[in-house]
């Protein structure tokens, strides 16, 4: 159940990301990003559309869903605070921040989310300059 979870959580995210980039997200576009078969991503994508996460439209480009974009926003949230303690305060190297994140995005429950947002004075954006997402929706006023 869990690498369901993950794999649902990294597709929610790939598709997040080309939006944010202003790319179509297509079923081509994740299969090319996360190294996917074309069957798989469709098989993925059509247990996801089921589980109500993403629509299909008429032009084949994936629709987030509110519960989609919600969990999408919640995963790349966690992904990019990550991101930031893995640059500010364990020191990693840039080139091993975002996979590192990745891993990091599924295991970081909400409790330690809202403690790593005030740990680190509430950052707006990653170390890349992405805007972290969804900030006002953890509950965690600025000290």
């Given at each position: 159940?869990?690498?369901?979870?993950?794999?649902?959580?990294?597709?929610?995210?790939?598709?997040?990301?080309?939006?944010e980039?202003?790319?179509?997200?297509?079923?081509?576009?994740i299969?090319?990003?996360?190294?996917?078969?074309?069957?798989?991503?469709?098989?993925?994508?059509?247990?996801?559309?089921?589980?109500?996460?993403?629509?299909?439209?008429?032009?084949?480009?994936?629709?987030?869903?509110?519960?989609?974009?919600?969990?999408?926003?919640?995963?790349?949230?966690?992904?990019?605070?990550?991101?930031?303690?893995?640059?500010?305060?364990?020191?990693?190297?840039?080139?091993?921040?975002?996979?590192?994140?990745?891993?990091?995005?599924?295991?970081?429950?909400?409790?330690?989310?809202?403690?790593?947002?005030?740990?680190?004075?509430?950052?707006?954006?990653?170390?890349?300059?992405?805007?972290i997402?969804?900030?006002?929706?953890?509950?965690?006023?600025?000290?």
């Amino acid at each position: 159940m869990t690498d369901l979870i993950d794999t649902t959580e990294m597709y929610l995210r790939t598709i997040y990301e080309l939006i944010e980039d202003g790319v179509p997200p297509l079923r081509a576009r994740i299969a090319e990003q996360l190294g996917h078969s074309g069957p798989t991503v469709s098989q993925t994508i059509a247990r996801m559309e089921r589980d109500g996460f993403v629509m299909v439209g008429q032009d084949r480009t994936l629709v987030l869903t509110e519960a989609g974009l919600e969990l999408a926003t919640r995963v790349m949230r966690k992904h990019r605070l990550a991101e930031r303690l893995l640059t500010d305060v364990i020191g990693l190297d840039m080139p091993h921040v975002h996979e590192e994140a990745c891993r990091w995005e599924h295991v970081m429950s909400d409790r330690v989310e809202r403690r790593l947002v005030e740990m680190l004075g509430w950052p707006e954006r990653s170390p890349y300059g992405n805007v972290i997402p969804g900030l006002d929706e953890l509950d965690v006023a600025p000290g």
